[in-house]
């Protein structure tokens, strides 16, 4: 980790925000969990051609110079609200590799190394660039070009706009014929936007949706995110090519496809009739001037509600979901965290269907340099995660999952049981829903799966340690002396007694996240976050950190900032 205890002058700022509410909640989730390597994506793209690599080095400054979101800096304990400073000057990351005579399998197993170490050293988020990049040279033509950035930055249509747009600077520079690129249309402008919006009308529409929904959906045994490993599955071919062709007669989205067989999938497996996993939108509103072609984070994750009523065929019901998606276009910007409330997950499941924008082909593209997007690495807090991602060789669908929860061959057999659902989908338009979930493969048996589908989010769980219980003494102890003064400098509040609720008193995630901060570092003790979220009373969460027994080494000190 960086030192963060450099002071930043005003000479050092272009400019301060907030954040999209899509990056409050990334922060609060890298906070949680700073070494963990959640929300660190990673790209690898092949490049085919010979390749200078200080002119490459220069490309990827220049797009840094031009893009404000790619030298911002995330702040979360110097105001009551979190913020992004935009900083002048940053200079790129950029390392250069040498794999030259690796054959194949050797070059496969040291870019799985390379993106473990990556994970490995998480990125100071008060410190930009968020982006570090990564030349190998794996021949005399060949080259691996590898992107690992903070997704607090960008999404995932932006990294690939950001790599056309360092390969176009390229090609200029080495004098390569193209017209200039034109002026970025920076972040800012969209945070901008989305201050004009009017989230209580949003809210409404979400709490509508949700209405009469009750638990939540557990396709997995318990909520762990630990040791996240991965999982690839590629559609066969055949099968790709009549879901296209599927879509195309029925006027259906293969997000939609895609969705309305999971929904099944958890249906089976949970015998739930009314039931949600999540998804992400690209978030990217019409109504916003030059927004697919803007570089920051856009995408949202959102509860889909999937109902099975009798009486539906296949089609209607698929017609129906994708009504519902669409009309979610004009709300798909309200946080997560305000749809369905604190420290409460209403899925464990997300699915996320990739849908980029085809760029058009250079007409000299042959006699110059060819790419190929060859891997990416990503890991959320979701236990199951689920990426759908066509490409020109068909469809791949890669799992992120806690392997503390599943094992490769559940997930596996999760994967193919899923494609046998869509081959059964598009097999059977018309037939009745009720009845084609009766004969899908039974539910499977596995460890880690949910046998029920539901649990009361309201229900006590089994604590990590000892039970926290309220002290019977009236004497408060040290701990809870200590706690209620934290509370009060963060909330901002008067003097608290033991009865006292973080989340009754306005306490939100990134104030709850600055509070476990400030008891690692006065306390000593690795606190999670969580603790927090389980415990919100004070007295209860005192009497959890005094049955903590381990001491951790407290963080790097703060960035001291003038402004």
């Known amino acids: 980790m960086q030192n963060a205890s450099q002071r930043i002058g005003r000479n050092d700022i272009a400019d301060i925000y907030p954040l999209a509410q899509m990056q409050e909640g990334i922060l609060f989730h890298s906070v949680s969990s700073p070494g963990d390597g959640l929300y660190m994506p990673q790209t690898a793209l092949r490049i085919t051609g010979r390749v200078d690599a200080d002119v490459l080095k220069a490309a990827w400054q220049g797009a840094i110079d031009r893009h404000p979101i790619l030298r911002s800096g995330f702040f979360w304990e110097e105001r009551d609200e979190p913020f992004q400073i935009v900083f002048r000057s940053v200079a790129v990351a950029f390392t250069a590799l040498d794999w030259t005579g690796a054959d194949p399998a050797t070059e496969r197993d040291r870019l799985s190394a390379l993106f473990s170490a990556n994970r490995a050293e998480p990125f100071n988020l008060r410190r930009p660039p968020l982006i570090r990049v990564q030349w190998i040279r794996a021949g005399e033509d060949r080259s691996i070009m590898v992107a690992c950035y903070h997704h607090i930055i960008l999404d995932g249509w932006s990294i690939r706009q950001l790599l056309d747009e360092v390969l176009a600077l390229y090609r200029r520079a080495i004098g390569d014929a193209g017209a200039a690129l034109p002026p970025a249309r920076p972040y800012g402008d969209y945070i901008g936007w989305l201050k004009k919006r009017e989230q209580a009308a949003s809210l409404r529409f979400w709490h509508d949706r949700l209405e009469g929904f009750a638990g939540a959906t557990r396709l997995l045994a318990k909520q762990l995110t630990r040791n996240f ?60 001037e030059g927004a697919t072609t803007m570089i920051g984070l856009f995408i949202n994750t959102l509860p889909v509600r999937v109902r099975i009523e009798d009486g539906q065929s296949l089609g209607d019901w698929l017609a129906t979901l994708q009504s519902a998606h669409a009309v979610t276009s004009e709300h798909d910007y309200v946080p997560l965290a305000a749809i369905q409330g604190r420290g409460v997950s209403l899925f464990d499941t997300l699915l996320v269907v990739e849908n980029f924008a085809t ?62 659902i869509v081959s059964i989908m598009i097999g059977s338009p018309s037939a009745d829903l009720r009845a084609l979930i009766d004969q899908l493969p039974p539910q499977m048996i596995a460890p880690g799966l949910s046998r029920t589908g539901f649990q009361d989010p309201t229900r006590s769980k089994a604590p990590e340690q000892a039970p926290p219980n309220t002290p019977k003494s009236a004497t408060p102890s040290t701990t809870e002396i200590t706690l209620a003064r934290i509370w009060t400098e963060v909330l901002k509040c008067g003097p608290l007694d033991g009865r006292a609720n973080f989340f009754e008193l306005g306490g939100h995630s990134l104030l709850a996240a600055r509070v476990v901060s400030r008891l690692r570092i006065e306390l000593r003790m690795p606190v999670p976050v969580r603790a927090l979220f389980e415990r919100p009373v004070l007295a209860d969460l005192a009497a959890y950190i005094d049955n903590l027994g381990s001491q951790e080494t407290p963080p790097a000190g703060h960035v001291e900032i003038e402004i």
């Not at 067989?261 to 916003?288: E, K, M, N, V, Y």
């Open 229 to 288: 490993e991965r999982q690839r599955w590629e559609f066969p071919q055949p099968l790709y090519q009549a879901m296209l062709a599927y879509c195309a007669t029925s006027g259906l989205t293969l997000n939609t496809l895609l969705q309305g067989a999971l929904a099944l999938l958890i249906a089976r497996q949970t015998h739930s009739r009314d039931l949600i996993f999540g998804t992400t939108t690209a978030g990217r509103p019409a109504t916003l």
């Open 359 to 420: 760029q058009p082909k250079r007409p000299d593209a042959a006699s110059f340099l060819k790419t190929e997007g060859i891997d990416f690495d990503e890991r959320t807090h979701f236990p199951l995660t689920l990426w759908a991602t066509p490409h020109s060789a068909g469809l791949t669908l890669m799992a992120g999952f806690s392997g503390d929860l599943l094992s490769p061959e559940t997930v596996e057999a999760l994967l193919e049981r899923l494609g046998d």
